[in-house]
Each structure stands twice: as C-alpha cells, then as structure tokens.
C-alpha cells in the first residue's frame, strides 16, 4: 500500500500494556503518556484508569492539547480485581457493574471517545446463564454511558480456554452476544486483537469475517501459545519476532488485508488501530514500541 498509514487509520498504542507498571492507576502515569502524546507516529491512545486526581487533571489536560484520539480501557479494572460482569454470583455482577461505570466517568472525565472492557470467566454448566447476564450487565453499561453522552462501547474478544478464559470468546458466541446488545444500542461493537485470534484457535478470516459488521476497534498484537512450557506462553502481548510467536509481519499484513476488505479501514473514518504489545522481562518499552512501529511499517507496505 503506497498511500500513508493515516489515510486508513488512527495507529494508537495501548498505554498501559506498553508501560505495564501503570496498569493500576499509579506509577509514572503521567511521564510515560507524554511520551506517546510527543510521538507523532501515533495519532490515538489508549490509557485506563488514573488514581490520583491531580495527576489525572493533568493528564486530561495533556491529552486535549495533543490533537490526539482518546480511547479509556476498563480491561484492567476487571483484570486486576478479578471482578466478574457475567458472574453468576449477583452481588458479584453489581460490584463489577459499579466498577465499570465508575470507569465510564472517569472515561468522560478525561476526553475520551471510546470506552471498553471485556467479559470474565464462567463455569461451562452455567454457560447459558452467563452469557445471559453479560447481555444484561452491557445493556446496562450502554445505557449509563448513553446517558452522559456519546462515547461509543465496545467489548474486546479474549480467549475462552487459555490464560483469560473470558465468555466472548469464540466468533460465533460473539456474533450471537453482540446482536443481542445491539438490538438496544446502536453505539455498541466488538473489538478485535489480532494477538488473541491464535489463543482463540481461530483463523483471522474465521473470526473476522462472521462479526465484521460489528467492529469497531481493533488491536495489533503477538502471542505465544505452541506450549505452557514456552516463555510469554498465554496473553502476554510479547513483541514482534518473540522466540516462538504467532504473529509477525505475515500475520499482520493478512490482518490488515482483511480489516481493509470488509472495510474496518477505510479513507472516509479512520478507526483505531493500536499496538497491545509489552516488554518481556528486562525489555525496554521504547524499544519494544520501536519494534511494532517497524512491524506495522513493513506490514503495511505489503498490503
């Protein structure tokens, strides 16, 4: 492809994946945010919750003067809680739907445009069950967010079986789930990963394709999942050309071929496309960034 990346996409970068001591709302927030926001390579972000409030203000501000788009990831609010939005325990279910909503706050609080967050683990008897109360805890989380404005929601897909064991899960449980959702709200979709498509034991067509209709975001990952016993194993989001990984420059390139013919990217509204890649061990995070930044260049000029 000769025409420049930003003629089809926003490349933005999942902040706290990248500088993962952030994760929880604490750490070097606000350092490690301006170095994406001076990176002119990007033209989105995406960051999750900020705990203190000053540093949030600040950070709020940042984000406005940088002509950048905002996106807010409620995954590790649920991640590192362990905190359940189909959980069949029904004080459980609240505590997760307070959790999230305080998020979508937070989200408006901080500009941004697009909210999401991913479904949790479930017993296989009770199956039908979860998935019934994950419809009802998303109708309700689209209903508050709809309430405060306009900021679009989206579910990421995770794997079922392997680290994260999330309900949604395989394609076609999650075309079923988000049909269902959007039978009330229409500012609802699916978020993919390229890096979880191998965990999902999927090919990329097989998953994209039956949910195209329904993307409305999109990540650009690696993984490992040959063998438990091989380093990064599992949703690690180890970099580009780690020992044993799925996806490289082929995969990404397959990735983009397929987003850009069913038409997630497009010239007319430039989606979200975003690294979710984090240093392993010792790593550097700026190089790890370097390296996806090369994969996605390389990538792209083969599609």
């Given at each position: ?18 500088f ?7 750490g ?30 600040k ?163 690696n ?41 997630y990217l ?38």
């Open positions: 492809m000769n025409a420049p990346l930003c003629n089809y996409m926003k490349v933005g970068l999942v902040h706290f994946m990248a993962p001591e952030t994760m929880k709302g604490e070097p927030v606000l350092e490690t945010i301006k170095k994406v926001v001076l990176d002119e390579y990007f033209t989105a972000i995406e960051i999750t919750t900020v705990k203190d409030l000053d540093v949030r203000r950070v709020k501000s940042l984000l406005e003067s940088s002509h950048m788009t905002v996106a807010y990831a409620a995954q590790p609010r649920l991640l590192t809680t362990g905190l359940n939005l189909n959980d069949t325990n029904e004080e459980g279910r609240q505590r997760a739907l307070a959790n999230v909503k305080e998020g979508i706050d937070e989200a408006y609080e901080i500009g941004a445009t697009g909210y999401s967050f991913l479904s949790g683990k479930y017993e296989e008897s009770r199956k039908e069950e979860a998935f019934e109360l994950l419809v009802k805890s998303t109708n309700e989380i689209c209903a508050y967010a709809k309430s405060k404005g306009d900021m679009k929601i989206s579910l990421e897909v995770f794997d079922y079986d392997v680290d994260k064991k999330s309900l949604i899960g395989p394609a076609d449980l999650a075309l079923r789930y988000v049909q269902e959702v959007r039978k009330e709200h229409d500012h609802f979709g699916l978020m993919v990963d390229l890096s979880h498509i191998p965990l999902i034991h999927e090919t990329i067509e097989e998953s994209l394709l039956p949910v195209k209709d329904y993307i409305t975001h999109a990540h650009i990952g993984c490992v999942v040959k063998s438990p016993d091989m380093p990064a194993y599992g949703d690690v989001h180890p970099r580009f050309g780690f020992p044993n990984g799925e996806n490289d420059v082929p995969e990404v390139t397959h990735y983009l071929k397929v987003l850009l013919d069913i038409g497009n010239t007319e509204n430039p989606p979200i496309v975003s690294f979710e890649v984090k240093p392993f061990g010792d790593e550097d995070p700026d190089v790890v960034i370097a390296n996806a930044k090369r994969t996605l260049n390389a990538a792209w000029a083969r599609v």
